[in-house]
């Protein structure tokens, strides 16, 4: 039998149960911390030549110069050809829908007149340039080149620019093809904490980027925390996670394989179910039973279910949407009669997938909507990546000579009160009855 | 004569002239560092024990409960009636144009439905609860209170708190007064990083908030870096700057006055004047030099003028639009003909003044937007606060019976090349053909 943690919302020590279940320490490895730094200081101070020393030293990956590591746009446009023609079909037409979805996100400069001629707005401009970092080997992941790259472009951003790390020099074909698809504009064959640092600081031959976007390992997740405000960066995940409310109308195999499809990502990949009906529960229980051992991914899924997997009875649907918002979790499954009345309670989660049908994987890969997502109660503050976070905003403030005696009046009041002459010498000298204007 | 840098963009050694000009070194203090460590560590642990204690140690003031350290509404109204009736009407003014602008900024849930019925949107909620630091002493600005508060209470936020330090336990009234304008809902007389604990994790009285905004000194700013994560925080913020372009038909001391009234911030404060016109420049020289005697904060001005203010002779007004981009300043005044079309040049700044009778102060108070800006270059990816800090978006996705079938299919095969059997199982016990399907 597989083991999963069994909680009663209607048991005394629930709430205990429930923090100690969600809890998640975050903290950072001092040596990792350490060990980023100098990386990050060396690649800021000798650009290139750092550059070249950690990509032969941690990717066994030997090159006369940087511009050698530069993959080039006929490789991936033959990496693209060379894919498996259902392959290469599924990438476009997840692209195309991603790219349908994020559009709807773009922002549009907006302005007011007032009565005097004051004119007030907010002007809306991408970024100039974007790195996307790729991880490597394993978790080199192509949905996740479409889902970084594809609002930057929607949004904008003239230049995107892709890092992969290639140890020992092997370069992965889907995720060059990925990037051709997803509309990156260059590439290069370098990782870690050392390409964080020539996307932030530039080096004689990488330009510097304004933003840091994707996935990356504990040294990587290091070095972006590090370069933020260098440049901006997207959320630090923390382990990924799916919540799932049933009211017990849903195949109990379906409900069995999207807890699989949170827990099999790695063994710190948290999957709990909500659900008011104890048979139904048990029902899940024995799926689980019965379909873990042919799973592939059996071993991971073994570790995480038992460690940071569970089935709680809830009192009510009702307390399932109040569980949920306490734990913010980055997917929602709403696999209930009339989703959209109980997705009216949630105010915390990443991303909602309402009904029976909406597995959490057709989201991962082609819904539309981003994969990346808040994780660790981030959602109670924060938002999917989308296109906002590749455009940003300048007030625009144009005073009129009439709006500048108004205005002026009050806000020399408000300086004066707070001690800033100048600040108010400044709005006097716009005054018409101001003896100091020239 | 006041010592300001003269620069020349068509001097050889303009570049690194400018570099080093705008250089600023963000480096974080180790000894705060630790130190507020320490402090979060306590508060977290011991939650209204250690509040008490660094409040009785930091602020030398004695309360018996944290509950008798919060501010009671009716001392804010209190406040506010006994204001001066001039600068009621300021702040009131200021408040209800601040709060018209942001209106503007608040962004809608949006759906839409596919021909197989698939719904994907996006659901925008406010944040729960929101914390405004307030420093005290001579920095506790009311301008910065309206301009934290009200575009949260805009954004629908329930629950706005605010913290602010009472050394002595001296409470400034107009910043009371100013709290109640701007909407606050509770107060507390805690600060230092030791309040910022104690809204990041709650105490047995302090409620935890999901996002911490305002200004704050170096061990706020630390204490804030360090609870991201756990709360959402605003940027942290440089020293303050202001770029001024002009045309050189500004009258010269509106010029002076103008980057006066950034400098006299503090001694780390900057400001820059662009223009192609000598003669201009000399004027703006020698308005600076005759009006800086008479300012009250004339002590700090001398030395951010001296070390951190330039007047730079450019060629042109394109070559002055083209350098602003690349300094990217919080606070950009076109002080020009026609500033509309030199402002469609400008990429990067936190807010944009267009026009001679627009100061920055007036932005700075009462025109409307906000005057949280991006600061030391992040104008490049980072955008004014706004009513968008205190939204967050959550995904939609609902998949129709006839959805799950194409996109089960995409999902199927992206899923397989990634090597995640558990994602692509989900989507194909969709499928209509599955046998596993109940």
Redesign the interface.
């Known amino acids: 039998m597989s083991s999963i943690q069994r909680l009663d919302s209607a048991d005394p020590g629930f709430r205990s149960d429930l923090r100690r279940l969600l809890a998640y320490d975050?903290s950072q490895d001092e040596s990792i911390e350490r060990a980023t730094a100098d990386i990050l200081e060396h690649v800021r101070t000798e650009g290139d030549t750092a550059l070249l020393n950690y990509t032969r030293r941690f990717d066994r990956l030997e090159a006369e110069s940087v511009a050698a590591l530069e993959i080039d746009r006929s490789e991936w446009l033959a990496a693209l050809d060379a894919l498996p023609r259902?392959?290469r079909a599924?990438?476009e037409?997840?692209a195309e829908r991603i790219r349908r979805?994020h559009e709807?996100?773009v922002a549009q400069s907006?302005s007011?007149t007032e009565a005097d001629g004051?004119?007030?707005g907010?002007?809306i401009?991408p970024?100039?340039r974007v790195g996307l970092y790729v991880p490597g080997g394993?978790a080199a992941?192509?949905?996740s080149v479409l889902m970084n790259a594809i609002p930057a472009k929607v949004a904008g951003v003239p230049e995107v620019v892709m890092v992969t790390p290639t140890p020992g020099g092997v370069r992965n074909p889907?995720v060059l093809a990925a990037a051709a698809i997803g509309g990156v504009d260059r590439a290069w064959a370098i990782g870690g904490a050392q390409a964080v640092g020539a996307l932030a600081y530039g080096t004689q031959t990488v330009a510097p980027v304004?933003?840091i976007v994707g996935p990356g390992n504990a040294y990587v997740a290091a070095a972006k925390r590090r370069v933020f405000?260098t440049?901006?960066i997207d959320m630090?995940a923390g382990p990924s996670e799916i919540l799932v409310i049933c009211d017990g109308s849903t195949?109990?195999?379906?409900a069995a394989?999207?807890l699989?499809?949170q827990?099999?990502?790695d063994e710190m990949a948290q999957a709990i179910l909500l659900c008011p009906d104890a048979a139904y529960i048990e029902a899940v229980q024995q799926a689980i039973d019965r379909l873990l051992p042919q799973?592939?991914?059996a071993d991971i899924?073994r570790v995480s279910l038992a460690n940071r997997g569970a089935l709680i009875k809830v009192r009510s649907l009702e307390e399932a949407c109040d569980i949920a918002n306490e734990i913010a979790p980055e997917h929602l499954e709403i696999s209930t009669a009339e989703?959209?009345h109980w997705?009216e309670r949630?105010?915390?989660?990443?991303?909602?997938?309402?009904?029976?049908?909406?597995?959490?994987?057709?989201?991962?890969?082609?819904?539309?909507?981003?994969h990346v997502?808040p994780t660790?109660r981030?959602?109670?503050?924060?938002?999917?990546l989308?296109v906002?976070d590749f455009q940003?905003?300048?007030?625009?403030?144009?005073?009129?000579?009439a709006?500048?005696q108004s205005?002026?009046?009050?806000?020399s009041?408000?300086?004066h009160?707070?001690?800033?002459?100048?600040?108010?010498?400044?709005?006097e000298?716009?005054l018409e009855s101001s003896d100091?204007?020239?």
Chains 1, 2 share one sequence.
Not at 407 to 411: F, T
Not at 417 to 427: D, P, S
């Open positions: 975050a259902e392959q599924a990438l037409a997840a979805y709807h996100q907006w007011y004051t004119v007030l907010q002007k401009t970024l100039d394993k992941y192509p949905s889907i304004d933003k405000g440049v901006g630090i195949p109990a195999d379906w394989i999207d699989f499809s827990a099999e990502h799973q592939p991914r899924l989703p959209e997705a949630i105010r915390h989660a990443g991303a909602i997938f309402l009904g029976p049908y909406t597995s959490e994987s057709l989201g991962d890969y082609c819904a539309g909507p981003n997502l660790a981030t959602a109670r503050f924060s938002s999917p989308g906002y940003k905003r300048s007030s625009l403030i144009k005073v009129s000579q709006g500048a205005l002026g009046r009050i806000a009041v408000l300086a009160g707070e001690g800033l002459a100048a600040h108010a010498a400044a709005a000298y716009r100091t204007q020239a």
